[in-house]
T-cell receptor, first 112, second 113 residues
Framework: NAGVTQTPKFQVLKTGQSMTLQCAQD?????MYWYRQDPGMGLRLIYY???????DKGEVPNGYNVSRLNKREFSLRLESAAPSQTSVYFC???????????FGDGTRLSIL | GEDVEQSLFLSVREGDSSVINCTYT??????LYWYKQEPGAGLQLLTY?????DMKQDQRLTVLLNKKDKHLSLRIADTQTGDSAIYFC?????????????FGTGTRLKVLA
């Protein structure tokens, strides 16, 4: 029972580099989410996908793009990384937007 | 506003009860959740309560809901060192037919042996 799988677990980037964080779920969930978690700030929603084929901005979308590749996969892209994007990124999924969310173990991203 | 408020820290002795409090924003929220985050891991659903309930008990966990005061609490009986973690409450806001998840800022529980 993999649940929600995120790759990579750790990454160090230089300012201006780009990268894509991958997320896949095997629970046949319709909704998927990307959050960032910073000390003292709780979880902040970056983007979400209510269902396959749709994506919407969350609370802090600037500097990010997402792709809902299919029902299972939802990726987050940083086009030009900035030090302010140093954070722990979590992907989550849920059956629908009211249901409990299931989280991956996170990607720890440092931007120098 | 849309802030779900929690106190930042709680410290208890092993074997005592822990009570983690949360004030949410919308008295009409129908779903309220508690999550646990252990170091280096994602959030894990602990328990939940529907708004038509006042209390829910699940083994060592008791959730109390006061809709009038928009107050939610999580009581952990016989707290163990393995309960040391960050606990988040979350509510589902309904706005114009859509749903929005709002997480609290989290309460860091430290259990002293």
């Amino acid at each position: 029972n993999a649940g929600v799988t995120q790759t990579p677990k750790f990454q160090v980037l230089k300012t201006g580099q780009s990268m894509t964080l991958q997320c896949a779920q095997d629970m046949n969930h319709n909704s998927m989410y990307w959050y960032r978690q910073d000390p003292g700030m709780g979880l902040r929603l970056i983007y979400y996908s209510a269902s396959e084929g749709t994506t919407d901005k969350g609370e802090v979308p600037n500097g990010y793009n997402v792709s809902r590749l299919n029902k299972r996969e939802f990726s987050l892209r940083l086009e030009s990384a900035a030090p302010s994007q140093t954070s722990v990124y979590f992907c989550a999924s849920s059956l629908d937007r009211r249901s409990p969310q299931h989280f991956g173990d996170g990607t720890r991203l440092s931007i120098l | 506003g849309e802030d779900v408020e929690q106190s930042l820290f709680l410290s208890v002795r092993e074997g005592d009860s822990s009570v983690i409090n949360c004030t949410y924003t919308d008295s009409s929220s129908t779903y309220l959740y508690w999550y646990k985050q252990e170091p280096g891991a994602g959030l894990q659903l602990l328990t939940y309560i529907f708004s038509n309930m006042d209390m829910k008990q699940d083994q060592r966990l008791t959730v109390l809901l006061n809709k009038k005061d928009k107050h939610l609490s999580l009581r952990i009986a016989d707290t163990q060192t393995g309960d040391s973690a960050i606990y988040f409450c979350a509510e589902i806001l309904t706005t114009s037919g859509t749903y929005k998840y709002i997480f609290g800022t989290g309460t860091r529980l430290k259990v002293l042996a």
